[in-house]
């Protein structure tokens, strides 16, 4: 055979071991060995076989079967599934077989954002203390691996399901473990945890189309994000139960108040469409308090002391206009106010648990939420508020005169005013306003105001006004 011939052999060996006939099944990282499947909720399997070729997924006493579609692709779902604390195998049958081990069935949240929830445990208060008791084999933890930005959607990301043991967690988010720690405790179930973040992104890049589109505001723009192509969509239709989302730093820097509810509202459309499912939870954090306005008046000329209350507002119009949303705040906890990153993400963590324990899992006894504001009216020179979520009653947590709380008259020219609890209710009033007409509590960027109920959790910062 001469050397030309031996070339062509080659090539037509390679086509041949190449080509669609000897595709193998094969499964995308999320689906793997050790992973957690959401209960309750039909389960997706999917992946990749040669066009036309019949998959057989067996799992839990079910079986199911489906063909790839002309691209290869396939999927099936399985019928919702009760919680299991035992090791279970799932097999998945092409003209190979797949067999994936020590799968578990519970509950699976997926914990996004920017920094403060990539902040990983290492980085955490008290996490060195944290670390080397985090052996929970029945939390299971999966952490999208690097930053990823592509111009198209992806149809896989690198990472890999892995029991919680003191060395997976370490670069684990640490307000996701403590918030999967907290649900695993309480609900003696599986807990798995799905990470996806990348620190200093703005919201946009995390939304794709498909959320855009349903947002009147924006969808005349509406492009695929990067982060979503390369960070979101490759996880995609994975069952669970909701989304815990800690971010907004980026937003807040480059001014896009007015605009942030929208987007917020984008996001969660959007994945909801993408993952299929139209009911998950999303519990997200308000940004802390921090000199926004000295620190990056460099990068933003337009910012200014108003500009966190306002986003702050912004956040907070996402708990009317998305449904099965909560909002943690954090202004007690934050410590050092002049560190954009606050380092306890253990009470961040137990009070998303919070919200997810009273919502989703029937504790009818959890206090959930800190005090919002609901209604002021006005008698003789005192403005009286009214709040949901006053829990047990309201108190000045620190024990001193309710303080960050500002008054205005007919001028709307806001004065410092005192406040104090009158059952259930917060009297305002101020020295030479003599009609009230709004009320704003803690409308400022680093001096915290001290509302809040008997269950330790503080009031949402506000503003009566719209001015």
């Excluded at 060395?167 to 179930?189: C, H, I, N, P, R």
């Excluded at 959320?211 to 982060?227: F, M, P, R, T, Y």
């Excluded at 507002?313 to 206009?321: I, N, P, V």
């Excluded at 947590?397 to 001028?411: R, V, Y």
Aim: hydrophobic residues 35%; charged residues 20%; neutral net charge.
């Amino acid at each position: 055979m001469t050397p030309k011939h031996i070339v062509a052999s080659t090539l037509i060996l390679i086509s041949l071991l190449t080509s669609p006939m000897f595709a193998d099944v094969r499964l995308p990282n999320v689906i793997s060995s050790h992973m957690v499947l959401q209960q309750e909720k039909p389960v997706h399997i999917w992946g990749w076989a040669e066009p036309g070729e019949q998959v057989e997924v067996s799992f839990a006493g079910q079986t199911k079967k489906t063909k790839a579609d002309a691209s290869g692709k396939w999927l099936v779902a399985l019928d919702p599934l009760k919680a299991n604390k035992t090791p279970a195998t799932m097999n998945i049958t092409g003209k190979n077989t797949i067999k994936l081990d020590d799968l578990l069935v519970g509950e699976v949240w997926v914990c996004s954002g920017q920094s403060n929830m990539e902040w990983s445990m290492t980085q955490t208060e008290k996490g060195k203390d944290e670390i080397p008791k985090a052996n929970h084999p029945q939390i299971r933890l999966y952490n999208v691996v690097g930053h990823i930005n592509k111009p198209q959607p992806q149809e896989d990301a690198p990472g890999t399901w892995q029991a919680c043991t003191p060395e997976s967690v370490k670069k684990f988010s640490g307000v996701g473990y403590y918030f999967g720690k907290d649900l695993q405790a309480k609900l003696d179930v599986p807990i798995g945890l799905i990470g996806s973040n990348w620190g200093g992104t703005q919201i946009e890049p995390w939304t794709p189309k498909v959320g855009l589109e349903q947002v009147d505001s924006l969808k005349a723009n509406a492009k695929n994000g990067g982060i979503y192509n390369g960070m979101i969509h490759p996880l995609a239709p994975y069952s669970f139960r909701g989304i815990i989302w800690y971010q907004g730093e980026s937003n807040c820097v480059s001014g896009d108040t007015d605009i942030y509810t929208d987007r917020t509202i984008a996001m969660v459309k959007g994945w909801e469409s993408v993952f299929q499912q139209d009911d998950l939870s999303f519990y997200f954090v308000q940004i802390a308090p921090f000199p926004y306005s000295t620190k990056f008046k460099n990068r933003n000329k337009g910012i200014n002391t108003e500009s966190l209350p306002r986003f702050w507002d912004a956040q907070t119009a996402c708990l009317d206009a998305i449904p099965d949303c909560g909002m943690v705040v954090i202004t007690d906890i934050t410590g050092n106010v002049n560190d954009i990153h606050p380092r306890n993400k253990r009470d961040v963590g137990a009070r998303l648990a919070r919200w997810a324990m009273a919502k989703n899992y029937g504790d009818s006894n959890m206090v959930y939420s800190g005090p919002k504001y609901k209604t002021m009216s006005a008698k003789g020179n005192q403005a009286i508020l009214e709040f949901d979520y006053s829990g047990s009653g309201l108190k000045s947590l620190d024990g001193k005169p309710l303080s960050q709380f500002m008054i205005a008259g007919g001028d709307k020219k806001f004065v410092e005013a005192t406040a104090k609890v009158v059952g259930n209710t917060v009297v305002v009033e101020a020295a030479g306003v003599d009609k009230p007409t709004a009320v704003r509590f803690g409308w400022e960027e680093t001096v915290i105001g001290n509302l809040g109920n008997q269950e330790g959790l503080p009031a949402i910062p506000f503003r009566t006004d719209s001015w």
